[in-house]
């Protein structure tokens, strides 16, 4: 599934789009700051590169993100008429795409996971750390937002597995409960727990280059 023409007029072309759909994309294109029709083009390429950007920090590849992005706009669209206005437009649309790209690596549930150890720390035979820095439970988003060198610690996020990521960006990142998280990847919270606590060591670990240079 790739865009084709006017995001908006995608919508409408559907087949087996629902009765209404003309007047929910016009009463999302308006809560999304469209004035007029010839603005619906404007909001729905801003709309599109923001499910993109979170889609992407999940499935790892643009045209994988591209293509959530393009469901989570439909679905978005699809369930306007649920919007309730509890919270802001552009954060109920973030949910979907999230969910989007869950939804998405379940269905890719035969991509082959790259094995984590190599990023954790080590230890000697004495049981002493053999690197340098001391391994904390520091939360994503607390190193991203003391992080001057924020596209290198994002980097550094993607590079984890599918398993670890999502987890931590879950927990993190959306500040998930550990019993969302777990419930929303189908696993004990016990795993839940164990993986938090591995991605952010191998972030950590990830990033002692830019710790060495002080760029952390």
């Not at 294109?29 to 619906?40: F, R």
């Not at 992407?56 to 008429?81: H, P, T, W």
């Not at 649309?93 to 996971?113: D, P, S, T, W, Y």
């Not at 937002?145 to 670890?164: E, F, G």
Request: glycine share 4%; with cysteine.
């Amino acid at each position: 599934m790739r865009w084709i023409g006017s995001p908006w007029l995608r919508c409408l072309a559907q087949a087996d789009a629902p009765a209404g759909t003309p007047r929910r994309i016009n009463a999302l294109a308006a809560a999304l700051g469209a004035t007029s029709e010839a603005d619906q083009e404007r909001v729905a390429r801003v709309a599109l590169t923001r499910l993109t950007t979170v889609a992407l920090r999940y499935v790892g590849s643009r045209d994988e993100a591209m293509d959530c992005a393009q469901e989570a706009l439909i679905k978005a669209v699809n369930a306007f008429d649920t919007f309730e206005g509890r919270s802001n437009v552009t954060t109920w649309m973030h949910r979907i795409a999230v969910n989007c790209a869950l939804e998405h690596l379940r269905r890719q549930g035969n991509r082959k996971e790259v094995p984590i150890d190599d990023l954790l720390p080590s230890f000697d035979d004495s049981g002493f750390l053999n690197d340098r820095f001391v391994v904390s439970d520091d939360s994503a988003e607390i190193i991203l937002q003391r992080a001057d060198a924020r596209a290198a610690v994002t980097a550094a996020i993607a590079a984890l597995p599918d398993s670890h990521r999502t987890v931590l960006l879950l927990r993190d990142i959306e500040e998930m409960s550990i019993g969302e998280v777990a419930e929303r990847l189908e696993i004990t919270q016990n795993t839940a727990k164990v993986r938090i606590h591995r991605a952010r060591s191998a972030l950590r670990k990830h990033l002692e280059p830019l710790m060495a240079a002080g760029e952390l």
